[in-house]
């Protein structure tokens, strides 16, 4: 389960961001999770509550903010939303799509004290 080590990296993170700017308490996180990072929402969540206890951000609510896959086309240039790293571009039908977003993990926004 990847999640546990992607949540213990989101709490260094967020202690190395607290001793940047300041902020003693992390009360809400906003993920953005791509459909192609692999990871499963419900996951991320139970292993960020066993990973966020007695940090800053224990007690913190995580919200996951899912971003749609988008990919180019190398033949006709066509950027589109895509559900699989396999699917055709919806315009020519060429194959390869070349993946642009939605394969990542990023902190959106925090709310912090």
Do not use: Y
């Not at 899912?66 to 066509?78: D, H, L």
Request: proline share 4%; glycine share 8%.
């Amino acid at each position: 389960m990847h999640e546990l080590s992607l949540c213990r990296s989101l709490i260094k993170q967020l202690e190395m961001q607290a001793q940047q700017q300041g902020f003693s308490r992390v009360h809400e996180i906003w993920l953005e999770v791509g459909p192609m990072s692999a990871v499963m929402p419900k996951s991320l969540e139970f292993a960020f509550s066993a990973c966020s206890r007695g940090t800053l951000a224990d007690g913190a609510t995580l919200h996951i903010v899912e971003q749609p896959a988008r990919a180019r086309c190398g033949v006709c240039g066509e950027i589109c939303t895509v559900s699989s790293r396999f699917d055709p571009c919806p315009n020519c039908a060429a194959e390869g799509l070349a993946l642009l977003s939605g394969d990542g993990v990023a902190i959106k926004e925090l709310e912090v004290e």
